[in-house]
């Protein structure tokens, strides 16, 4: 039998944004990660993706099309497969706002944009329990 994405010995990452750039970014900020990236467009996307890849880890912007990072998050919560899945609120709506409303919606941790390279691979290790 075929071996499934989601069976990969790597863990997975869902990075969803509605800018290619910042896709573009976080995907290079991750790359010395070792992890499997998958990325959405929107929420729904990212929805999709969540339901169907199994992610360990969820990089969110909160303002995305379709659907919100808060949405997706609180489904992501809600779904019984997504009460072990950590969250990764990476947005610009402002680094107080950020850090005082992920926790309450049910994210593990938060990044204000813009993001530091470096901290960005090193949040996302903590949350996965990767070493260096």
Do not use: C
């Amino acid at each position: 039998m075929p071996k499934k994405k989601s069976e990969s010995p790597l863990p997975t990452i869902l990075v969803a944004d509605d800018d290619p750039e910042i896709l573009k970014m976080v995907q290079a900020a991750l790359r010395p990660v070792a992890a499997r990236l998958i990325t959405a467009n929107d929420g729904e996307q990212a929805l999709s993706a969540f339901l169907v890849e199994r992610p360990q880890l969820v990089v969110l912007d909160v303002m995305m099309p379709k659907l919100s990072g808060w949405e997706v998050v609180r489904y992501i919560r809600e779904h019984e497969a997504g009460r072990e899945v950590k969250v990764l609120m990476l947005t610009a709506i402002g680094e107080a706002l950020n850090a005082a409303t992920s926790p309450v919606m049910g994210a593990d941790d938060s990044l204000d944009k813009p993001f530091n390279f470096e901290e960005l691979a090193s949040r996302v290790r903590a949350l996965l329990g990767l070493g260096r």
